[in-house]
Protein backbone atom coordinates (compact mmCIF):
# COMPACT_ATOMS: atom_id res chain seq x y z
CA UNK A 1 0.00 0.00 0.00
CA UNK A 2 1.48 3.20 -0.96
CA UNK A 3 1.27 5.97 1.67
CA UNK A 4 2.85 9.72 0.83
CA UNK A 5 3.11 11.47 4.46
CA UNK A 6 3.65 15.30 4.10
CA UNK A 7 4.86 17.47 6.80
CA UNK A 8 6.92 20.55 7.58
CA UNK A 9 3.82 23.23 6.97
CA UNK A 10 2.91 26.17 9.15
CA UNK A 11 2.60 29.97 9.67
CA UNK A 12 5.43 32.20 8.10
CA UNK A 13 6.15 35.71 7.49
CA UNK A 14 6.24 36.99 3.88
CA UNK A 15 9.70 36.56 2.75
CA UNK A 16 10.23 34.05 5.10
CA UNK A 17 11.33 30.22 4.46
CA UNK A 18 9.82 26.74 5.06
CA UNK A 19 10.95 23.02 3.98
CA UNK A 20 8.62 20.72 3.43
CA UNK A 21 8.85 16.61 3.50
CA UNK A 22 7.26 13.82 2.00
CA UNK A 23 7.80 10.62 3.51
CA UNK A 24 6.76 7.64 0.54
CA UNK A 25 6.38 4.16 1.38
CA UNK A 26 5.01 1.03 0.07
CA UNK A 27 6.78 1.52 -3.66
CA UNK A 28 9.48 1.78 -5.36
CA UNK A 29 11.00 5.18 -4.35
CA UNK A 30 13.87 5.53 -6.47
CA UNK A 31 11.74 4.90 -9.65
CA UNK A 32 9.20 6.63 -9.35
CA UNK A 33 9.22 10.58 -10.47
CA UNK A 34 7.36 12.91 -8.04
CA UNK A 35 5.48 15.99 -7.70
CA UNK A 36 4.11 18.77 -5.03
CA UNK A 37 1.14 20.34 -5.66
CA UNK A 38 -1.19 23.05 -3.74
CA UNK A 39 -4.27 24.03 -4.07
CA UNK A 40 -5.31 27.44 -2.72
CA UNK A 41 -9.30 28.11 -0.76
CA UNK A 42 -11.03 28.60 -3.83
CA UNK A 43 -8.53 27.39 -6.83
CA UNK A 44 -7.90 23.99 -8.72
CA UNK A 45 -5.02 21.78 -7.55
CA UNK A 46 -1.90 22.89 -9.62
CA UNK A 47 1.37 21.63 -10.44
CA UNK A 48 4.29 23.31 -8.18
CA UNK A 49 7.30 21.26 -9.03
CA UNK A 50 8.46 17.78 -10.23
CA UNK A 51 11.29 16.14 -10.31
CA UNK A 52 12.34 13.09 -12.28
CA UNK A 53 14.09 9.38 -11.05
CA UNK A 54 17.38 11.14 -12.14
CA UNK A 55 16.92 13.92 -9.63
CA UNK A 56 15.75 16.72 -12.88
CA UNK A 57 13.62 19.18 -11.61
CA UNK A 58 11.03 20.98 -13.07
CA UNK A 59 8.79 24.48 -11.81
CA UNK A 60 6.05 26.60 -12.33
CA UNK A 61 6.64 29.49 -13.52
CA UNK A 62 5.26 31.16 -9.82
CA UNK A 63 7.81 29.65 -8.45
CA UNK A 64 11.31 29.65 -10.40
CA UNK A 65 13.98 31.06 -8.47
CA UNK A 66 12.06 31.03 -5.30
CA UNK A 67 11.40 26.91 -4.61
CA UNK A 68 13.81 23.91 -4.77
CA UNK A 69 12.21 20.44 -5.01
CA UNK A 70 14.67 17.78 -4.13
CA UNK A 71 15.22 13.76 -3.51
CA UNK A 72 17.34 12.05 -0.73
CA UNK A 73 16.40 8.25 -2.43
CA UNK A 74 17.87 5.98 0.58
CA UNK A 75 15.26 7.76 2.86
CA UNK A 76 12.51 7.93 0.09
CA UNK A 77 11.62 11.38 1.03
CA UNK A 78 11.31 14.26 -1.30
CA UNK A 79 11.38 17.73 -0.06
CA UNK A 80 10.48 21.52 -1.24
CA UNK A 81 12.36 23.99 -0.07
CA UNK A 82 10.25 27.33 0.09
CA UNK A 83 12.51 30.72 0.06
CA UNK A 84 11.00 34.02 -0.38
CA UNK A 85 7.35 33.05 0.54
CA UNK A 86 4.60 35.38 -0.61
CA UNK A 87 1.16 35.35 0.29
CA UNK A 88 0.17 33.92 -3.23
CA UNK A 89 2.04 30.71 -2.10
CA UNK A 90 -0.80 30.48 0.54
CA UNK A 91 -2.23 26.98 -0.05
CA UNK A 92 -2.81 23.58 0.97
CA UNK A 93 0.30 21.52 -0.36
CA UNK A 94 0.00 17.47 -1.89
CA UNK A 95 2.84 15.22 -2.52
CA UNK A 96 2.07 13.01 -5.43
CA UNK A 97 3.75 10.06 -7.25
CA UNK A 98 3.84 11.43 -10.99
CA UNK A 99 1.03 9.95 -13.53
CA UNK A 100 -0.63 8.24 -10.16
CA UNK A 101 -3.36 8.83 -7.90
CA UNK A 102 -1.52 8.62 -4.89
CA UNK A 103 -1.85 11.71 -2.55
CA UNK A 104 -0.89 12.56 0.73
CA UNK A 105 -3.26 14.01 3.31
CA UNK A 106 -1.41 17.51 2.55
CA UNK A 107 -0.14 20.21 4.59
CA UNK A 108 -1.15 23.77 4.97
CA UNK A 109 1.20 26.76 4.40
CA UNK A 110 0.24 29.77 5.62
CA UNK A 111 1.96 33.49 4.80
CA UNK A 112 1.34 36.18 6.19
CA UNK A 113 1.80 39.97 4.60
Known amino acids: QVQLAESGGGLVQAGGSLRLSCAASGLSFGASPMGWYRQAPGKERELVAAISTGGRPNYADSVKGRFTISRDNAKNTVYLQMNNLKPEDTAVYYC???????WGEGTLVTVAS
Open 96 to 102: NVRCTNY
